[in-house]
């Protein structure tokens, strides 16, 4: 069996494994999006992990946790359901000196009983606590799946305060997020799903002095991100990457929520904790910052940051028919988009949805195949290639969605191509996108911006032509 229990040879073609070669590139140690998985590798694990000191204010330890989508690992059929194994290597390493300080390595069993579950994107969240004295670390943690030996490795700096020094400081923001059953987990990765109830959000404050008040300001701000689909690669700009092309403005932001709060220190380590309401699907950076006085007398301002994205509720599924309208975008026409979009409500979306499908194929059963052939791609192409918009609305997700993976990729140092035949560099097959880097903030976006070309517009229109027959490419 293949990831998450389906043929390898029935996901992809066998070199589609190089798309991802630049795509999900992990963070720096200490940059906002460390130990944080942007999108997926094919063939290898995809996991998010989170460090902090650990709560309790006697112990010097570290919490890890480890987030693992069902997904992404590979399942062995059971007797009485699916089964994977995989095991699991923590290494802690003094920053300053490199020396390893601790390594720590356990294996994992997990059962399923439905193949359903195989291909949830709901994760596996585990926990270990790795004691150590004060200091920084670096935190390196490495999966491997013992059904196919694929390995992935994430990364991530980690600070134990000294709980008997006098000098202040802020720990690192933690998101929690509850379940269906009331409770709750942390948020590990680095995409958050849209929720109608508010999030916790979490910083250690430690050394506060308890003589006086310390004041401790909370911001979550909204940055003014890209959302639009691509256009088609036949629209022309004059420049190789359209001018006004931004996926993310770090210079503009909303402030979306606002918290404040006086601290009188009971205990040399206080747990801060606010409630994020319910936000709106963009990209959000939450910023703590804290004055407090020494016992010398001098202010002392500390910060702490984290970004994260807030997706859909099924991401990267569509989940919503709203979702799914905004997506058909690729094949469906302008006056057919307006249609969908001028629904009144979600019984008239859908019907209006299906009629779309149903018009392009005159039988149910097939335009229920072409429905799930083409919102496959749009799941795929969120996992390959999501970045701050979903991946289906990149460059790549573009070609993805109505041209299928690429028979072959190859990348270079600022560009990548991709060929969609053996038969030379024919502009039929062939796609050069241009890597463009975005850095603000702690945070790097990357994307890679389709070199659009007039003489792609026949070949463009035979394809959406095929999709619309119900005979999709």
């Known amino acids: 069996m293949g990831r998450a229990g389906i043929p390898v040879a029935l996901l992809f073609p066998v070199l589609v494994s190089l798309l991802c070669a630049g795509c999900a590139g992990h963070s720096a140690l200490d940059s906002a999006g460390a130990g944080k998985s942007s999108a997926y590798q094919a063939g290898v694990p995809a996991f998010d992990i989170e460090t902090g000191q650990a709560r309790a204010d006697s112990l010097c330890a570290i919490d890890l946790y480890l987030s693992i989508p069902y997904s992404s690992l590979v399942f062995e059929r059971t007797p009485t359901g699916f089964r994977s194994r995989f095991e699991i290597t923590a290494r802690l390493s003094d920053r300053s000196s490199g020396q390893l300080v601790q390594e720590v390595s356990w294996a994992e069993t997990t059962f399923v009983e439905r193949y359903e579950t195989t291909q949830s994107f709901d994760p596996i969240v585990l926990q270990k606590q790795l004691a150590a004295l004060p200091g920084s670390y670096r935190a390196d943690v490495t999966l491997e799946d013992l059904i196919d030996g694929r390995k992935a490795s994430r990364s991530q700096s980690v600070t134990i305060v000294d709980p008997s020094d006098v000098s202040p400081a802020l720990g690192r923001i933690s998101l929690i997020a509850g379940r269906g059953d009331g409770k709750t987990l942390p948020q590990i990765s680095f995409f958050v799903p849209v929720r109608k109830d508010s999030t916790e959000c979490t910083v250690g404050a430690y050394n506060f002095p308890a003589s006086s008040d310390s004041r401790v300001e909370m911001r979550v701000l909204r940055f003014v991100t890209d959302t639009s689909a691509a256009l088609p690669p036949f629209y022309y700009f004059a420049l190789p990457v359209p001018l006004g092309h931004t996926i993310m403005d770090f210079d503009r932001t909303d402030t979306a929520y606002h918290a404040s709060r006086t601290v009188r220190a009971a205990h040399r380590v206080e747990m801060l904790e606010f409630r994020i309401p319910s936000l709106r699907q963009g990209m959000y950076r939450i910023e703590f910052s804290a004055a407090t006085r020494t016992p010398s007398g001098n202010d002392t301002v500390l910060s702490a940051a984290r970004y994260y994205s807030v997706k ?3 991401f990267p599924r569509p989940a919503t028919f709203s979702e799914l309208i905004d997506a058909a975008v690729y094949i469906a026409t302008e006056k057919e988009m307006a249609s969908l979009r001028q629904a009144a409500g979600p019984e008239e979306q859908r019907k209006k949805f299906e009629d779309l499908w149903l018009s392009f194929t005159g039988d149910p059963a097939r335009a229920s195949a072409l429905i799930k052939k083409y919102y496959g791609r749009v799941e795929e192409a969120n996992r390959l290639f999501t970045i701050l918009r ?28 991709w060929y969609y035949g053996l038969t030379g560099n024919a502009m039929d097959n062939t796609y050069v996108f241009k890597r463009v880097l975005r850095l603000g903030g702690g945070l790097t976006v990357e994307d890679f911006v389709l070199y659009r070309q007039a003489g792609y517009e026949a070949i463009w229109g035979r394809m959406i032509a095929r999709w619309r027959r119900g005979e999709p490419p």
């Open 390 to 417: 979903e991946g289906w609305r990149t460059d790549r997700g573009l070609l993805y969605c109505v041209l299928g993976p690429p028979a072959e990729v190859s990348n270079r140092l600022d560009t990548q191509t």
């Open 312 to 314: 859909g509720p099924g």
